[in-house]
């Protein structure tokens, strides 16, 4: 099958073409026909698969099919409502939507977060626009300000919903399904089909088409995984010996901490390799510039923390490096679902040391299989070594091997964040945070092409489980809501820096509670005008 059986217009086959794609991934086989029949759809698709493009493809073609639709005072009027659950995620989207509509100048669309000044994005609006790419908490400013007109919506799209679950934004979502119009066409993407996806489904959704096509916690078959047991201090010798001797680039090393991410950066360049971190506390200039040499080859090595790197999505990444283990079993499917995307090789190597057995074994539980050892010559584990306590911000985790109880990770998050789905003291559940670039018109810069179907960006999420007085993300992005070139990768990391004294982020009781009322001087956001959201 290629994408001209799909029943697409000549315009967007001719985006889809100039990105380099001839044939659909299963996703996109899938879910072309299934939108474009005009019925609602559930769809389940791992990390990697291209579900962005499974559900942009067709929206444009529906889209452009049809007259614009125009507001009380003849404006174009937003017709498809794409929500996601962070500010980069959003940025990726709306860039896919740019990228294959390019052909289509009828057609326009913009991205709305928080972080970031309202003016410009009331601006556009104003000027009206077909597709609007949100994240729940600005969209709900912009609504309660009523500077956002959602009566003429006919397409609503809930993408990466187990994410929005997972962060807490379940009661934002109910109240962007009682805004949008009741008659509309819905489609929700998710990576897995938990009882409360299902219960959400049930709300969301009319009868809808039901697609899966990856099973749930599976990692795909073009990534090659192998474990490297090593002596805990011998880690960041071994990861240089790898990259050096083996003369690799374009690495992704994961962290699961920001200020160890901010060590192994400075080692790395210590020893001649060129690496940047990303995280939370990293300003959006120092994040736009490290994805940029990243992705154009500058820049051998990326380090990131889990919740940072959602929204990072490069064509054919040849490696992936698990510095440290994650604590949460299901990050490691999404760790490694950065490599071996749409067909391509990929290659996952994770660094284990005695403390870290426990956790492997969790993973390899979760995946269903037995992930292969190999020990490098000069830096093999010390036999007397024994396991000790992991520090995760302010836990103390035991993932050795032979530790009672529960899973590790069970009770906890990474990076201090909020437990999922509940509201810290006195406030709201606090919110996740990325970022991208401002509104643009449809016909905006291409996105990297690649050799299967067009994806679109994947991330993954924090997992269940609380820590004490929760901090936020770094500041904002520069930008602001006007028209934009590309995509402006954006931390969800937890974490803090300091901020110019604006109001903090919300869900936080004490210092940063939106319902305190109180300043920070580390506010961790930088948020335009008073009462907006964060996200």
Aim: proline fraction near 7%.
């Amino acid at each position: 099958m290629t994408f001209d059986d799909l029943g697409l217009a000549q315009p967007i086959l001719r985006a889809v073409r100039e990105e380099g794609y001839e044939v659909p991934t299963p996703i996109q086989q899938q879910a072309i026909p299934a939108v474009l029949a005009g019925g609602d759809l559930l769809a389940g698709a791992q990390t990697g698969t291209g579900k962005t493009a499974g559900f942009t493809l067709p929206l444009l073609q529906r889209l452009s099919s049809s007259p614009a639709a125009k507001d009380a005072r003849g404006r174009t009027a937003i017709r498809a409502l794409i929500l996601t659950p962070t500010r980069e995620l959003a940025a990726q989207v709306e860039e896919s939507v740019r990228t294959y509509g390019k052909h289509l100048p009828q057609i326009s669309s913009m991205v709305m977060f928080g972080g970031v000044g309202m003016g410009p994005q009331i601006d556009k609006l104003r000027r009206g626009v077909d597709i609007l790419v949100a994240t729940p908490g600005r969209l709900l400013d912009h609504h309660q300000q009523g500077t956002l007109d959602l009566s003429r919506v006919e397409f609503f799209v809930l993408d990466e919903a187990d994410r929005m679950l997972d962060m807490g934004f379940i009661h934002d979502i109910k109240k962007v399904l009682a805004i949008v119009p009741a008659k509309k066409q819905s489609l929700l993407f998710s990576a897995t089909f938990s009882d409360e996806i299902k219960t959400l489904a049930d709300r969301l959704l009319n009868k809808p088409q039901v697609i899966e096509v990856a099973r749930r916690n599976t990692t795909a078959e073009t990534i090659a995984q192998k474990v490297i047991p090593v002596g805990r201090e011998r880690k960041k010798d071994l990861l240089a010996h790898l990259i050096q001797s083996q003369d690799w680039h374009q690495v992704l090393v994961f962290t699961r901490m920001k200020h160890g991410a901010n060590r192994l950066t400075e080692y790395l360049n210590k020893v001649g390799i060129t690496a940047m971190a990303i995280h939370g506390n990293k300003s959006q200039g120092a994040r736009t510039k490290a994805l940029a040499e990243f992705k154009s080859g500058e820049l051998a090595v990326l380090v990131a923390t889990d919740i940072a790197a959602r929204g990072i999505d490069i064509d054919q990444l040849p490696h992936v490096i698990n510095f440290e283990l994650p604590n949460v079993p299901e990050d490691y499917v999404h760790r490694i679902g950065r490599t071996g995307r749409a067909g391509a090789q990929g290659e996952a190597l994770s660094l284990v040391c005695v403390d870290e057995e426990g956790f492997l074994a969790d993973i390899e539980k979760l995946i269903k299989r037995s992930i292969p050892r190999e020990v490098v010559k000069g830096f093999e584990p010390d036999p007397s070594e024994r396991p000790e306590p992991i520090l995760l911000g302010r836990r103390t985790l035991n993932g050795s091997a032979n530790r009672g109880g529960a899973r590790p990770g069970g009770s906890g998050r990474k990076d201090g964040g909020p437990r999922p789905g509940t509201s810290p003291q006195g406030g709201r559940p606090a919110r996740p945070q990325s970022a991208g670039p401002s509104g643009s018109h449809a016909g905006g810069r291409p996105a990297a092409s690649g050799s299967a179907g067009p994806k679109g960006p994947q991330t993954q999420a924090p997992k269940a489980g609380a820590a004490p007085k929760p901090q936020r993300p770094g500041g904002p992005p520069s930008g602001s809501g006007g028209q934009s070139n590309g995509a402006q990768g954006r931390s969800a990391n937890a974490g803090q820096r300091p901020a110019q004294g604006q109001s903090s982020g919300r869900g936080q009781g004490t210092s940063q509670g939106r319902g305190q009322g109180q300043r920070s001087s580390t506010a961790a956001l930088t948020r335009p005008g008073s009462g907006s959201r964060s996200n």
